[in-house]
Structures are given as C-alpha cells and as structure tokens.
C-alpha cells in the first residue's frame, strides 16, 4: 500500500501539503480532512455531509462500499454485544423475549427491534458533528463573524443543502460574481420598485447617515422609510462636497 499504510483507500489520494489528515481525491480533486475515513464514504457516496465523487469508476465505488458496509457491521456486532452485556442476558433468551428480532444469515448477526435505529441515530449524529465541525472550520479559516450563524439565510442554505442530498456542488467563483450576483440585483430592484409604488401612496421619509472610511473619504449613506418599511436607496462619496444646503440638494 501506499507509504507502507495498510488500508486500500491511501491508493486513491493523494496527501495536501504533506498532512495525512487532509487528503485530496485522485479523482475530482476534492479535499477532504480528517484523514482516509471520509475519503471513503466520498468514493462509496454513502455520506451527505461529504457528497460523492463523480469521477470515480465503478469499481473503485463498489470496493469503497464493501469496506464501508463492513465497518458499519464491525459496529453493528458491537454495538449488539454490549447491549447484551449491559442486560446480562444471551442470545437465545434475548431473542425468544424480541418480537421485533430478525437474524441475518450472512453475517450471523442478531438483530432486535431498535438496534438497527440505534445505529442509523449514531451515523446520523457522527455525520452532523462532521458536518458541524466542517462548516465551523469555514468560519474560522475564512474570518467570518460567528454572529451569522444566527442570520436566517444562513439556516436557509444549510436547510435546502440537506434537502438536496449527496452530490450537490457549490456553485463556482465565476457564478457566483456573475450569474447569481445579477439574478439577486434584479431582485433588489424589484424589490425597491415594489417600494416606490407605497412611496407615491403614503409619502416617504428620506433618512441620511455619513461616516468616515479608512481613507479618511466621507461617505454618506441615504436610505428611505415608509410604512412598508426602511430600505437602502445609495451611497455616495462626499469628500469633495461642503456640506450647505446647496449642495446637499443636488444629493
């Protein structure tokens, strides 16, 4: 294996900056941290928080979901067995007392009615907390005030990202500055028109607040109040103007 590492996925990435925990996909490129575990739920698709990749071949895929299948077993087998300690009682009276119980053959697993959503909460959980862990390490490496992550778009977007599922790609730098950024301009812009149309109806306040930029530039912010609410209507820099009413008139 590669690097003398003894599990098969080190073969389908490659490290980032010499770091075992932070690995790139040979495939789509994609980094992920925390070393080979979620490479593997990457290649098998198996995980929301981490996608699936797009690019690997079918039987890489299929190698990935055996040895992630195997895993959840390992635990599902543990998981059994100390709950089996923990009522001190065997298989046999366990299982004559379980109407929910099913054996599976295959594995000579035993499984009794709630073990199984046992399980699928600890993946559940285990799949939040990475999920967690990585949109917290967004925050910090990005220097993004932890108060948005009480904004309600925030929640939104973490919301519609999960009712998506694995696979969804974010959109990329050239979508963002410029189809996205036009589509949200032209609903500002309805948004302001919709505005307007109180405006003519009920009259408006005209509300103004100036403030100093780091370049010692004076800038002065307008916005308009109305029973319909506040909105921001421009900006402009007023470092060249004297502040009398004439020229304030031309604002």
């Not at 559940?124 to 990585?134: C, V």
């Amino acid at each position: 294996m590669a690097n003398g590492r003894t599990d098969p996925a080190w073969k389908h990435c490659v490290t980032v900056d010499g770091k075992t925990w932070k690995l790139k996909c040979k495939y789509c490129e994609k980094v992920l941290t925390e070393g080979v575990y979620r490479l593997k739920h990457l290649l098998a698709g198996t995980s929301k928080d981490v996608g699936a990749c797009v690019s690997v071949s079918e039987d890489v895929k299929k190698s990935m979901l055996d040895i992630v299948l195997n895993l959840q077993l390992s635990l599902l087998r543990k998981s059994t067995s100390i709950e089996e300690s923990n009522i001190g009682q065997s298989e046999e009276s366990s299982r004559k007392r379980s109407s929910g119980e099913e054996i599976r053959d295959s594995s000579n697993i035993f499984k009794r009615k709630g073990t199984q959503s046992t399980i699928n909460a600890i993946f559940k959980k285990n799949d939040r907390e990475d999920a967690s862990q990585e949109r917290a390490r967004f925050f910090y490496n990005n220097v993004i005030p932890f108060n948005v992550a009480n904004n309600e778009e925030f929640k939104r977007m973490v919301e519609l990202i999960g009712r998506h599922g694995p696979g969804l790609k974010p959109p990329s730098y050239h979508e963002i500055i410029v189809k996205y950024f036009k589509q949200e301009v032209g609903k500002t812009k309805q948004i302001i028109e919709e505005h307007k149309l109180v405006w003519k109806k009920t009259g408006c306040t005209i509300m103004t607040n100036g403030w100093t930029n780091r370049k010692r530039r004076i800038i002065l912010n307008f916005l308009v109040n109305s029973p319909r609410g506040t909105v921001f209507l421009k900006s402009i820099d007023a470092s060249d103007v004297c502040k009398t009413a004439e020229k304030s008139s031309k604002w």
